[in-house]
């Protein structure tokens, strides 16, 4: 149930002083081109499941309300956006 009542619920409970959840931007390269990413990570040591989110369901075009969900729920969530979206490059 832990996983379910975190989706549910608005905070974490007790933040992990050495492990908190944090954000962090990155990019990585697919196919020569540079794709921007954000990387929610879970609070606590882990391991954690990483949930790969991609933009553009209908009604929020980014979702990141889910990704904060799944974090306070125990994922990690990997966010990233499409080449030529949001700052990711196109090289070719």
Wanted: charged share 15%.
């Amino acid at each position: 149930m832990r996983y379910i009542d975190g989706v549910i619920t608005s905070d974490i409970k007790n933040i992990d002083a050495t492990y908190p959840p944090t954000i962090r931007e990155l990019n990585f390269q697919s196919y020569g081109d540079r794709l921007n990413a954000i990387l929610y990570q879970a609070n606590g040591l882990g391991p954690h499941a990483t949930v790969v989110l991609l933009h553009g369901y209908p009604g929020n075009e980014k979702n990141l309300d889910l990704a904060q969900s799944l974090r306070r729920a125990g994922y990690n969530v990997l966010f990233f956006h499409y080449r030529g979206a949001w700052g990711s490059v196109v090289q070719h």
